[in-house]
């Protein structure tokens, strides 16, 4: 069932967006094909370094636990990935994951790809505050005007949700679980941290500028300095927005679309390459790693 809602859920996101019809995106991709064919593999090697970082990531990650071979973490990231298409947050992740491992690992797993996540995710804070210094120090941005009361208001329920969760987290299950957590955590090597943020920041780089790279083979001109501030701007956005995963396309889409109005891009040639993105980047190896879904076999490994 996972295998086919994947492949479901990959069907409706490419005859759903309606402002990338079928006609369109042939259109714009056929501008693609007509470049070099060099061009075009340099474009897919984009796709294989970005997958082949995170895949070593985890490997690295996971050799904490337990020493696993390229290929078995090749398996976990891709199946998990395909698991991740039709799972709020990208949840179901950790769960595959986690399956791969003996039942006594299984949470040390889960906080391995948190630790992970959270690198990836630090790349893409540091990029994108750099990148939002940028679109405010050379735009003008317009911020639509505060209620004071509505946001006094806001901010009271906020406080009072704030104090409440405390409250509910003075529970002595809940600090013991936290101080086992901080407690391995301190146990971690620093290299391997060390090593895992600087493949989150080479990987954010690598997927970044196939962006970049996919701007320049449909002829738009724009500087390197400009698009790439920009493009940090847009994964910043798009990360701290709260969505299911069905909505991740439609987001970075939306958000493109916005930041590069700033420079009166092409809408259509946004929303084309926003696309093939995300096709190579999420679709192209979640259908990979629906062959490891198919052929997993659940054992609980005691």
């Not at 061009?39 to 050799?63: A, C, G, P, R």
């Not at 994108?128 to 009271?156: D, R, S, W």
Request: hydrophobic share 55%; net charge positive.
């Amino acid at each position: 069932m996972l295998v086919f809602g994947a492949f479901y859920f990959i069907y409706l996101k490419l005859v759903s967006n309606h402002l990338l019809s079928f006609t369109n995106l042939q259109e714009q991709l056929s501008i693609l094909f007509s470049k070099n064919s060099w061009l075009l593999i340099f474009l897919l090697l984009f796709t294989d370094v970005n997958w082949l970082l995170e895949i070593y990531k985890w490997k690295l990650l996971v050799s904490i636990e337990k020493k696993i071979t390229f290929f078995e973490a090749y398996q976990q990231s891709l199946a998990s990935l395909t698991a991740s298409i039709i799972t709020p947050n990208r949840i179901g992740e950790y769960g595959v994951k986690a399956l791969y491992f003996k039942k006594e690992s299984r949470k040390k797993i889960v906080l391995l790809n948190l630790i992970g996540n959270m690198c990836q995710l630090a790349a893409t804070t540091f990029f994108g505050l750099v990148g939002l210094l940028f679109l405010f120090t050379n735009y003008t941005i317009q911020i639509p005007q505060l209620n004071i009361e509505k946001l006094l208001i806001l901010i009271a329920v906020i406080s009072a949700l704030y104090f409440v969760s405390v409250k509910l987290s003075v529970n002595i299950t809940i600090k013991t679980y936290l101080t086992k957590i901080t407690t391995y955590l301190k146990q971690l090597p620093t290299t391997i941290y060390v090593k895992v943020i600087g493949l989150s920041f080479l990987r954010y780089l690598v997927f970044s500028h196939q962006f970049y790279f996919l701007l320049k083979l449909l002829s738009i001109e724009i500087d390197y300095f400009t698009a790439m501030n920009l493009l940090f701007c847009i994964y910043f956005i798009a990360s701290i927005i709260p969505s299911l995963s069905i909505f991740d396309w439609v987001i970075k889409g939306s958000v493109a679309v916005l930041i590069f109005s700033y420079i009166e891009l092409n809408e259509l040639t946004i929303v084309t390459i926003t696309t093939i993105m995300w096709l190579l980047n999420f679709a192209l190896p979640a259908l990979l790693g629906s062959i490891f879904v198919l052929n997993f076999k659940f054992i609980d490994k005691e």
